[in-house]
């Protein structure tokens, strides 16, 4: 999963020659966010060799986005980020979260995003708990699980993951088809073998 | 001289399967036009959109005969292991008709969202030149919300809460429902036995 946050913010899409560099080498699935507003934008995002595409803030912008994605390319190609903050309301969507200063709230109910980006043909949410992102302290797991009973496509659990422990744990209490991280596995907090090992032996089916 | 001809069926998302066949040492070539296809030494029939689409355009570009009349290897890959079958649901249309049996949606249920995402190995398989040198329980990585039956050309099925195709053959037709140009050294290994066919 490769994210250019800073793309919708400055109002660019991700850079296709940097896809094409990591597509080359890699032979597991990859997905790229970043700034994809058009179907053309898409498109050229796929032929520099990425199998999937993630839309976020311009799925808040023009919903029709994410019809438009799954008539062209097929339900399975079109992923639909979400950054979710909760709020005394509710969980809220949030657009432009790679910049600070831009980061607003999007006025959407994220339990009701969720429902429309299935119904509009998104293949895959992916959610990031923006309370939860970067502390470490594990997954927003009641939020996920709010999520996951509304959620009938793959669901992506993002943002907390600070120990082997809190994949075991959203794995098994919110039901989440996949855990994503970043920062542990950037520093080497988390070493990826030995935590799919710990994964396979609380009874989560992992391939090692 | 190209290994393998890569069938360009209109849709995007050719570059990933190119590139691991680069990462393999093997030339390909992309082309919808008949007499190259024809005359292919192997033959690749990728797929990303509907069934409808792929069916479309494949009519559009001449080649519903050309392809069903091949005796050179060929591999349906995702949706292109699909089209070999009569008919699919997605978008109710006639395929390509080599396989017989019809490719049904997948049913989401609490415990198995669909489309399909995601790394399942095969527990079994028949033995097959394709799948030489896999190990015990390959995991292989799917993505898709249609699958086709276990019927008599199954290699090996694979589960999702239900058991369906992810190998099958007929003669020179062989169809993968994974992606293996996702799928790690298992995925590389059925490339490069099928590029020794």
């Known amino acids: 999963m490769f994210y250019d946050i800073t793309a ?28 994809i507003r058009t179907v053309a ?12 595409i993630s839309i976020n803030s311009p799925a808040l912008a023009d919903p029709d986005l994410i019809d438009a994605l799954s008539r062209r390319f097929g339900a399975q190609c079109v992923v639909v980020g979400i950054d979710s903050q909760r709020t005394p309301e509710g969980y809220r ?3 432009f979260t790679g910049d600070p200063t831009r980061s607003r709230h999007s006025g959407r109910d994220v339990l009701e995003w969720v429902r429309e980006a299935q119904a509009r043909g998104a293949g895959e949410i992916v959610l990031n708990c923006m309370g939860s992102d970067g502390v470490r302290n594990g997954y927003d797991i009641e939020q996920l699980c709010a999520v996951r009973a509304v959620c009938h496509v793959p669901l992506v659990a993002s943002g907390g993951a600070g120990a082997s422990e809190h994949f075991a744990a959203v794995f098994t209490a919110a039901r ?4 994503l991280a970043a920062s542990v596995f950037h520093t080497g907090a988390i070493a990826i073998p030995g935590l799919k090992r710990a994964l396979r032996s609380a009874g989560i089916e992992v391939r090692l | 001289m190209t290994d393998a001809l890569i069938i360009d069926s209109g849709g995007a998302n050719l570059a ?53 009349g091949l005796t050179q290897p060929l591999l349906g890959i995702c949706l292109g292991m699909q089209l070999l079958f009569e008919h699919s649901a997605e978008g109710d249309v006639e395929c390509l008709g080599i ?13 198995r969202p669909v489309p399909h995402m995601g790394w399942n190995y095969l527990q079994t398989a028949k033995v097959d030149p394709l799948l030489e040198g896999l190990g015990a329980l390959p995991y292989f990585y799917f993505v898709h919300g249609y699958a086709a039956p276990v019927g008599p050309f199954t290699l090996a099925p694979v589960e999702y809460g239900e058991p369906f195709s992810a190998v099958v053959r007929r003669a020179n037709f062989w169809g993968v429902q994974f992606h293996p140009e996702r799928s790690a050294a298992a995925g590389a290994r059925v490339l490069a036995n099928f590029l020794s066919l």
């Open chain 1, 8 to 35: 919708s913010p400055e109002g660019r899409s991700v850079d296709r020659g940097w896809v094409q560099r990591v597509a080359r080498v890699l032979d597991i699935p990859f997905c790229v966010a970043g700034g």
């Open chain 1, 176 to 179: 989440v088809d996949a855990a």
């Open chain 1, 93 to 95: 969507a949030y657009q």
């Open chain 2, 99 to 111: 396989l017989p049996q019809r490719v049904y949606r997948l049913q989401p249920s609490p415990a």
């Open chain 2, 16 to 68: 990933s399967l190119q590139y691991a066949f680069a990462r393999l040492g093997a030339a390909t070539r992309v082309s919808a036009e008949p007499d190259v296809i024809a005359a292919a030494r192997r033959v690749i029939l990728p797929g990303v959109g509907s069934a409808a689409d792929a069916m479309r355009r494949l009519r559009a570009a001449g080649l519903i005969g050309v392809l069903t």
């Open chain 1, 41 to 52: 934008d898409a498109e050229a995002v796929l032929n520099a060799g990425a199998e999937k």
